[in-house]
Nanobody
Framework: QAQLVESGGGLVQPGGSLRLSCVAS????????MGWYRQAPGKQRELVAV????????NYADSVKGRFTISRDNAKNTVYLQMNGLKPEDTAVYYC???????????????WGQGTQVTVSS
């Protein structure tokens, strides 16, 4: 099996920055899409940003375009989310996502991290 472990969340003032990291470990033979979703209290989980295996194509939620940047280091099986200009409405639990393969004899599957809390407040 594979595991996704996030880090980098915390409390930040409005206008501040945070950088989230997520490492895929365990039985990982290839990773396709990687990205980030978030879920605020009382709301559904929503896409924040995702990127393809070559990090050449990325999609962002309209609400974070121009403020957040997704990147990945394939040698480290790691995806990052640089968050600048944070707003109180960005407060949520942020989940790492990866569509990956744990064996060449199996299909790719979706994996999720356990989440990291991001709180934007003065």
């Amino acid at each position: 099996q594979a595991q996704l472990v996030e880090s980098g969340g915390g409390l930040v003032q409005p206008g501040g920055s945070l950088r989230l990291s997520c490492v895929a470990s365990g039985r990982v033979v290839s990773i396709n899409t990687m990205g980030w979703y978030r879920q605020a209290p009382g709301k559904q989980r929503e896409l924040v940003a995702v990127t393809d295996s070559g990090a050449t194509n990325s999609n962002y939620a309209d609400s974070v375009k121009g403020r957040f940047t997704i990147s990945r280091d394939n040698a480290k099986n790691t995806v990052y989310l640089q968050m600048n200009g944070l707003k109180p409405e960005d407060t949520a639990v942020y989940y790492c996502y990866a569509h990956l393969r744990t064996s060449w004899f199996q299909r790719e599957s979706d994996y999720w991290g356990q989440g990291t809390q991001v709180t934007v407040s003065s």
